[in-house]
């Protein structure tokens, strides 16, 4: 069995569209070239052979399609199997075009030959038969080329037009394949992006699981069973709702606040007095794109660093905002705590850190996360490119 990036190299062609194009455009080039110099130099029969010519042309069509039929099974060998191939292979197709040449042409040259004999007859004063044979006697001195000699010095001529088509096609071949090579990297960029995606979201799933399952064992031992049947409804539908995304795709910011919300409603639970929420988000941003459970640890980190140390109430506010066609994600609290939050000690969770690394992962450079302490507690403000609902599915 072949390497899969073999397989993939074997697969490069140059799209038949490419090919018919670069042997119409290599004839129409020579058809044109030729009419213009009869023209020019004013040759005798020149409108009779426009039309010898385009038939010429349209065989020599055929005949560069039959060269390009028996070139395309060395398209995935090295280049210098190609070149050697295209030399040996272009031998016979020259001696083609020039067979069909000779005979498209057999009796307009025979009628010019005639022509030419007459002229040259009358300038030296032969009249009749015998006069003739004279003068092809004469004239056979002369002529040094044969009709073998014609055949392959016109064989010749039509062999490097067939190289020069063999050089394009080969251009082109070469073109493709990098073309493909370029789509093969991009996808394993993807998948690889895609594949640092996953895990990290796989991260935020067991961490919240953590936390709920020791939130909902307190509420066991101290006997609040009402709360905890609340707890485990509001769970499932958590639960339900976040392991039906794809867990590297994008979701509209309203599935994601509501994630949020559901969340902050099992938090709620162990902190009845103490939590309070507060929403601002556009309802023209609610079609905005962010990735899966990306505001998960953020909102964690509110909670277990503002509202869990207080002894007050403390307000977890999930805002967005437009911001030079940038999406904004604000989370903040008015909860007194540490300075630094960036909860990536050993055992104590995932914090910004998988934040930073998702975005990164996601957006690269457009993206980014910046955290601290504000006027009356803290906040972490989101940045990436504004995506919408409809700009994914026309894509």
Excluded at 27 to 55: C, G
Excluded at 97 to 123: G, H, P, R, W, Y
Excluded at 301 to 315: C, D, F, I, L, R
Aim: with cysteine; hydrophobic share 45%.
């Amino acid at each position: 069995m072949e390497p899969a990036d073999k397989q993939e190299t074997l697969t490069s062609r140059v799209p038949f569209k490419t090919v018919l194009a670069s042997i119409f455009g290599l004839w129409a080039t020579y058809f044109v070239i030729v009419t213009l110099r009869a023209e020019l130099l004013e040759m005798d029969f020149a409108d009779q052979m426009i039309w010898l010519r385009l038939l010429s042309v349209a065989l020599g069509v055929l005949i560069t399609c039959g060269l390009w039929v028996m070139l395309r099974p060395f398209d995935p060998r090295p280049l210098w199997v190609k070149i050697a191939a295209a030399l040996l292979l272009a031998m016979p197709a020259a001696l083609l075009c020039a067979q069909a040449n000779t005979l498209i042409f057999a009796d307009m040259q025979s009628a010019l030959n005639d022509k030419v004999l007459q002229e040259f007859a009358e300038a030296r004063g032969l009249d009749g038969e015998g006069g003739r044979e004279a003068l092809m006697t004469e004239l056979s001195d002369l002529v040094t080329m044969g009709p073998y000699q014609q055949l392959i010095e016109i064989a010749f001529s039509r062999y490097f037009l067939l190289l020069a088509w063999c050089a394009l096609y080969l251009a082109l071949l070469t073109g493709e394949k990098a073309r493909d090579a370029e789509r093969r990297e991009q996808q394993f960029r993807n998948a690889a992006k895609a594949a640092e995606l996953q895990s990290l979201r796989y991260q935020v799933n067991p961490h919240f699981l953590f936390n709920t399952l020791n939130s909902l064992s307190a509420l066991v031992l101290t006997g609040k069973t009402e709360a905890a049947e609340r707890m485990i409804q509001t769970i499932s539908v958590f639960y339900r709702r976040s392991l039906a995304d794809d867990t590297t795709s994008d979701v509209p910011l309203r599935e994601e606040i509501h994630l949020q919300k559901l969340y902050l409603e099992i938090e709620a639970v162990r902190f009845p007095l103490r939590l309070q929420t507060h929403y601002d988000i556009p309802a023209e941003l609610e079609n905005a794109l962010v990735p899966g459970m990306i505001l998960q640890p953020l909102v964690e980190n509110s909670v277990k660093h503002a509202v869990a140390p207080s002894s007050g109430q403390v307000t977890i506010t999930l805002s967005a905002r437009e911001e030079y066609d940038r999406l904004v994600v604000t989370i903040s609290d008015n909860g007194q705590s540490a300075e630094d939050r960036d909860d990536t000690r050993p055992g104590f969770g995932i914090g910004l850190s998988n934040v930073r690394q998702r975005l990164e992962a996601r957006f690269g450079n457009e993206a980014t996360v910046v955290s601290g302490q504000v006027p009356g507690g803290y906040a972490t403000h989101l940045r990436m490119p504004l995506k919408r609902i409809k700009e994914r599915v026309a894509a």
